[in-house]
């Protein structure tokens, strides 16, 4: 247990940060000598070659330049040495050559946008002072920024690609994970908090017929102004496009992959039926109706732009949702009908009103939410609930439903307990298998290790790794 959380707890350290990705420099550069490993404190080195990995370096700089951007993302770093994150960068190091190496394909636009947006959030931060994130970079020119952190991207793309390949296709057996729990001292098994299971009935306003034609229409409009006029499409979908994630980089979407399929299924046919420069026809999804312009066909990567809108909600619409969910919930409050058979006969939510309305955890994928893990929404929406009494009715809101009605209650508590494996088999199932992707990645890394040039120069010699990074045996 104690090997998976500190393994684990390291791995968020691998893609983040400024490392840069550069070309081998003679091994002859000086290296300032370090009297100690701790991170928080302040030094004035030389800067040289502190390791090489393959066709990549690090730099002495790269790792101050990275504990900086970690601390100024707010992570804790107490108790964290230089050694350990140096660790870490030459994982990223090794995951990079290696991707390169298995011809793993970096999608340029998708890049070029997560610079965009690290830039402009940093921007907003600092009052739009650019010349100030110049210097804290120690860049001349804002294109000499972009280029390194273009190169800092891509490199981390290719490093979580390459760590998603290698744990890709791990599973456990039942047997797998009986035998995980079994080996666990009982002293040192994990205890969960106080758990809730949690029903919900969902009442989502209707919408008109003339409600979607005018949305349709719209696309419609901008679809022929691109096509007939030269309008921009990109310039379409930051001013009109209602998906939030995408619009300010112009409707781009990450790349979509024949193989491994992320979108809903209608927005997946349509887009790959699409020629490089199509632009689709108006179509629906549970999201509302899209547009899809096909920018790139790359193989099996296709690279997308899209304009989502959605239908307007009329007032009319609205109040007949919330006049339906009060009388739902009078009729639980009154004992005419049980919360579960009002869920099945009234709710919207298809995920659950076949449960009685019981929602699933998505991280367990069971019906128990761990009280101290547990979304700050739904918290603020069910605290100061007893077990079995009915919420006041909650004005919400999701990806796909502008406005949605709907009451909720907590079916059953569990108190604080130990694992126990029948009660608690989902969560111990996923247990075991970070404790199996962690060998898998363990196991990789000893045999990629030994096939790569690795070079670890001066004071990080002396640093005790998890890995096999000097090559002792």
């Given at each position: 247990?104690?090997?998976?959380?500190?393994?684990?707890?390291?791995?968020?350290?691998?893609?983040?940060?400024?490392?840069?990705?550069?070309?081998?420099?003679?091994?002859?550069?000086?290296?300032?000598?370090?009297?100690?490993?701790?991170?928080?404190?302040?030094?004035?080195?030389?800067?040289?070659?502190?390791?090489?990995?393959?066709?990549?370096?690090?730099?002495?700089?790269?790792?101050?330049?990275?504990?900086?951007?970690?601390?100024?993302?707010?992570?804790?770093?107490?108790?964290?040495?230089?050694?350990?994150?140096?660790?870490?960068?030459?994982?990223?190091?090794?995951?990079?050559?290696?991707?390169?190496?298995d011809s793993i394909i970096v999608n340029e636009l998708?890049?070029?946008?997560?610079?965009?947006?690290?830039?402009?959030?940093?921007?907003?931060?600092?009052?739009?002072?650019?010349?100030?994130?110049?210097?804290?970079?120690?860049?001349?020119?804002?294109?000499?920024?972009?280029?390194?952190?273009?190169?800092?991207?891509?490199?981390?793309?290719?490093?979580?690609?390459?760590?998603?390949?290698?744990?890709?296709?791990?599973?456990?057996?039942?047997?797998?994970?009986?035998?995980?729990?079994?080996?666990?001292?009982?002293?040192?098994?994990?205890?969960?908090?106080?758990?809730?299971?949690?029903?919900?009935?969902?009442?989502?306003?209707?919408?008109?017929?003339?409600?979607?034609?005018?949305?349709?229409?719209?696309?419609?409009?901008?679809?022929?102004?691109?096509?007939?006029?030269?309008?921009?499409?990109?310039?379409?979908?930051?001013?009109?496009?209602?998906?939030?994630?995408?619009?300010?980089?112009?409707?781009?979407?990450?790349?979509?992959?024949?193989?491994?399929?992320?979108?809903?299924?209608?927005?997946?046919?349509?887009?790959?039926?699409?020629?490089?420069?199509?632009?689709?026809?108006?179509?629906?999804?549970?999201?509302?109706?899209?547009?899809?312009?096909?920018?790139?066909?790359?193989?099996?990567?296709?690279?997308?732009?899209?304009?989502?809108?959605?239908?307007?909600?009329?007032?009319?619409?609205?109040?007949?949702?919330?006049?339906?969910?009060?009388?739902?919930?009078?009729?639980?409050?009154?004992?005419?009908?049980?919360?579960?058979?009002?869920?099945l006969e009234f709710s919207d939510e298809e995920e659950?009103?076949?449960?009685?309305?019981?929602?699933?955890?998505?991280?367990?994928?069971?019906?128990?939410?761990?009280?101290?893990?547990?979304?700050?929404?739904?918290?603020?929406?069910?605290?100061?609930?007893?077990?079995?009494?009915?919420?006041?009715?909650?004005?919400?809101?999701?990806?796909?439903?502008?406005?949605?009605?709907?009451?909720?209650?907590?079916?059953?508590?569990?108190?604080?307990?130990?694992?126990?494996?029948?009660?608690?088999?989902?969560?111990?199932?996923?247990?075991?298998?970070?404790?199996?992707?962690?060998?898998?990645?363990?196991?990789?890394?000893?045999?990629?290790?030994?096939?790569?040039?690795?070079?670890?120069?001066?004071?990080?010699?002396?640093?005790?790794?998890?890995?096999?990074?000097?090559?002792?045996?």
């Amino acid at each position: 247990m104690k090997s998976i959380i500190k393994l684990f707890s390291l791995s968020c350290f691998l893609f983040v940060g400024f490392v840069n990705g550069q070309e081998i420099i003679p091994d002859d550069v000086p290296i300032k000598k370090e009297k100690d490993s701790v991170i928080n404190k302040t030094r004035i080195k030389a800067d040289g070659v502190a390791a090489v990995v393959g066709d990549f370096i690090v730099l002495e700089s790269d790792l101050d330049r990275e504990i900086a951007q970690l601390e100024a993302q707010g992570a804790d770093l107490s108790g964290v040495t230089r050694c350990e994150l140096f660790g870490s960068l030459l994982e990223k190091k090794l995951y990079a050559h290696q991707a390169i190496q298995d011809s793993i394909i970096v999608n340029e636009l998708y890049i070029q946008s997560l610079v965009e947006q690290q830039i402009q959030g940093i921007l907003a931060q600092t009052q739009g002072d650019m010349q100030g994130l110049l210097n804290f970079y120690k860049k001349e020119s804002e294109q000499a920024l972009r280029d390194e952190m273009y190169e800092i991207n891509k490199n981390g793309y290719l490093a979580q690609e390459m760590q998603k390949k290698v744990i890709d296709g791990v599973e456990v057996t039942p047997e797998e994970v009986r035998t995980f729990f079994n080996d666990i001292p009982k002293d040192e098994r994990p205890t969960f908090g106080t758990e809730l299971k949690v029903a919900q009935i969902v009442i989502i306003p209707k919408v008109t017929d003339e409600a979607k034609q005018e949305v349709i229409d719209k696309l419609k409009g901008f679809k022929r102004d691109v096509e007939e006029n030269g309008a921009s499409f990109i310039t379409k979908a930051l001013f009109y496009s209602e998906d939030m994630g995408s619009k300010n980089n112009g409707g781009l979407l990450p790349t979509m992959n024949r193989k491994r399929p992320r979108m809903v299924k209608e927005f997946r046919d349509v887009a790959f039926n699409l020629q490089e420069g199509e632009i689709s026809d108006p179509f629906e999804t549970d999201f509302g109706y899209h547009i899809i312009y096909l920018e790139k066909i790359r193989g099996q990567e296709y690279d997308v732009r899209h304009i989502l809108l959605r239908p307007e909600v009329t007032p009319d619409a609205l109040k007949e949702a919330r006049d339906k969910i009060d009388k739902v919930r009078d009729l639980i409050v009154s004992g005419k009908v049980s919360f579960a058979d009002a869920a099945l006969e009234f709710s919207d939510e298809e995920e659950t009103k076949y449960e009685g309305g019981q929602l699933t955890n998505p991280t367990t994928q069971d019906f128990n939410f761990e009280l101290t893990k547990m979304d700050t929404e739904m918290y603020t929406q069910i605290q100061g609930l007893k077990d079995g009494e009915i919420s006041e009715v909650i004005q919400d809101e999701d990806r796909i439903n502008a406005y949605k009605f709907k009451i909720m209650t907590v079916t059953d508590r569990i108190d604080d307990h130990e694992a126990d494996f029948s009660r608690d088999y989902l969560k111990i199932k996923e247990l075991a298998l970070q404790d199996k992707q962690v060998r898998a990645i363990e196991k990789w890394q000893k045999e990629v290790i030994l096939e790569t040039y690795v070079k670890i120069n001066g004071v990080y010699r002396d640093c005790d790794y998890q890995s096999n990074w000097l090559k002792t045996q």
